[in-house]
């Protein structure tokens, strides 16, 4: 996925975030990792107030027979749920104190 | 000043006279000849868990795991009757791996009507029985009868299944996980197939990461930033103290209070956790299979008390599940790879969402999930570091963490009963780890 994918006519302004549509929680973990503070905070807040009408739009549509645009939208609400520990929690984008650790996903719901 | 009931002894670790109060030493959990007499006398002799009935689809489906601990591959296939089996990945023409894909260290998957070898061709059925030799006339004195692939004795509990590496087992399955295998039974395991599987190379010895996850003493602390500032003060202030501790032994459990579902004061969560309803303790909605938690089996929310969130189970020797009152499961299993070293293998298992709003709340639960683990694994490798350095030499261990204590016991005593005890001067006395 890319800054190409196109979103629900509703959610335009949610447009300069599309790189955050991204298929794999590695994908958006990473994205986390190397996003600064400034860029997640200005996702999260462009995010959060429309959280809930994303997932009422989502929620109209078969989980899996999600249309591109609806299921765009879903996957960034998935990588607001890793940029809002930075935001909300820690400051930073890293974990504090997590230096070596990692997770390899070794099998991930499909969506 | 306790919050909860304890036994009338006074404590919980003194329920168990056999476990003593007394500081341990931790050199059980660096020294190699130990570690090498507990892969002898646990690894190769206990039943373990190598993963779900649900990874085995239809007849024919099979995986494989690598236990380099013991030098050994299995693959573990479900036959078209449904019979799971386990065999080594061992061809019995020249030794080459049966089963593997690119890299012969890593697992791998897949469906087959019959396991190929890649390096002559030879091929066997799903029951392991030899089914063909390539140019067959060429070889002397073939009794294709003897030359199935080595089984391993393989078993399934509530869907879990389980392999145990000694020609013959000391024990059932059932026997083994006695009574936890009656007392567990019947949860909707098999109705939680919405499964996150992750795993980790943690610089630590196996039972460190234990000791991490059956006390949560370490909560408050270790965890207090992922709690709003008001509730994490709240928190440090109480500390913590399990509803519930039970020794099974070699099994054991701790049962804890906890859970928001949904929270009584919304300012006690974070905002996205109250937009998407779900955070540490997993969705605050639970899912019809559980039945609003009208049918627990016997050994779950053993204190029946109404702030139940949790209850940790460790299934002897590394395997754990975690029951959520808000209806999911999260599965543990810790591999030794050395004295300093494990691999940390994890599953969350929830309902299938039937609805986005439902999906992206189990995905949160797991984001929520891993920046715990994270803060966990590494704050063990900081442990192994300094224990190995022999600074200190006895460490203290509190009520909260009877489960460290037991744990460590009963990997002592399985060692000293069929190891060379003579050879560890710093262990303790014998002491029986359930607590006759």
């Known amino acids: ?76 609400a998935f990588s607001l749920c890793e940029a809002s520990f930075p935001v909300e929690a820690w400051r930073q984008p890293r974990v504090p104190d997590s230096g070596s650790a990692d997770l390899e996903m070794v099998r991930e719901p499909p969506l | 000043m306790a919050h909860f009931p304890k036994p009338l002894e006074g404590s919980w670790t003194e329920h168990y006279p056999g476990l003593g109060t007394a500081p341990v030493s931790y050199k059980d959990s660096y020294d190699p000849d130990y570690w090498q007499q507990e892969i002898d006398t646990i690894f190769k002799k206990e039943w373990l868990c190598v993963g779900r009935v649900e990874r085995l689809g239809r007849g024919g489906s099979y995986f494989t795991r690598e236990f380099p601990w013991a030098k050994r591959s299995i693959v573990v296939v479900k036959d078209r009757d449904g019979t799971v089996r386990a065999f080594y990945n061992v061809c019995r023409h020249r030794g080459n791996k049966l089963v593997w894909d690119d890299f012969p260290n890593e697992e791998t998957s897949g469906v087959c009507r019959q396991f190929s070898c890649k390096y002559h061709g030879w091929r066997y059925d799903l029951d392991g029985s030899l089914a063909f030799i390539q140019q067959e006339e060429e070889f002397f004195n073939v009794d294709k009868d003897s030359l199935g692939l080595v089984p391993v004795a393989c078993d399934v509990w509530e869907g879990f299944i389980f392999v145990n590496l000694d020609p013959e087992p000391q024990q059932t399955l059932a026997e083994a996980l006695a009574p936890l295998s009656e007392g567990l039974a019947g949860y909707p395991f098999g109705e939680m197939t919405q499964t996150y599987e992750v795993r ?19 909560a408050p602390v270790l965890h207090q930033r992922q709690a709003t500032a008001e509730e994490s003060q709240k928190l440090a202030s109480i500390g913590f103290e399990g509803l519930h501790y039970e020794l099974f032994s070699p099994h054991s459990m701790v049962s804890s209070w906890g859970g928001m579902s949904p929270p009584k004061d919304p300012r006690m969560v974070k905002p996205i956790e109250n937009l998407l309803r779900s955070g540490l303790f997993g969705p605050w909605d639970k899912p019809a299979a559980v039945n609003d938690n009208q049918n627990l089996p016997p050994l779950l929310n053993p204190s029946k008390h109404r702030a139940w969130g949790i209850d940790s189970f460790v299934l002897w020797p590394n395997f754990m599940i975690l029951f959520w009152e808000t209806g999911w499961y999260l599965t543990y299993t810790y591999w030794p790879l050395g004295p300093s070293k494990h691999l940390f293998e994890s599953t969350l298992n929830f309902a299938p969402p039937e609805n986005a709003s439902q999906r992206a709340a189990q995905e949160f639960a797991f984001s929520t999930f891993k920046e715990y683990a994270f803060q966990d694994a590494n704050t063990l490798e900081a442990t192994q570091t300094m224990i190995e350095s022999e600074v200190v030499d006895t460490f203290m261990l509190n009520d909260q963490e009877i489960l460290c204590r037991h744990h460590h016991a009963a990997v002592r005593e399985q060692v000293e009963a069929n190891g060379r005890p003579e050879s560890y001067p710093w262990m303790p006395t014998p002491a029986s780890a359930n607590g006759e």
């Not at chain 1, 790189?19 to 990792?33: C, F, N, S, V």
């Not at chain 2, 980790?200 to 370490?218: G, M, Q, R």
Request: overall charge negative; hydrophobic content about 45%.
């Open chain 1, 1 to 76: 996925m890319s800054n190409t994918a196109t979103l629900p006519a509703d959610f335009a302004d949610l447009a300069p975030f599309t790189d955050w549509a991204l298929d794999t929680w590695r994908e958006r973990y990473e994205k986390r990792l190397a996003s600064s503070m400034d860029e997640m905070q200005a996702f999260y807040d462009a995010m959060m107030p429309r959280l809930t009408e994303i997932l009422e739009h989502c929620d109209r549509f078969d989980l899996h027979d999600l249309p591109d645009e609806a299921r765009n939208l879903l996957l960034l």
């Open chain 2, 200 to 218: 980790s190379e943690i610089n630590s010895n196996w039972k460190l990461f234990i000791d991490a996850f059956v006390e949560f003493y370490h």
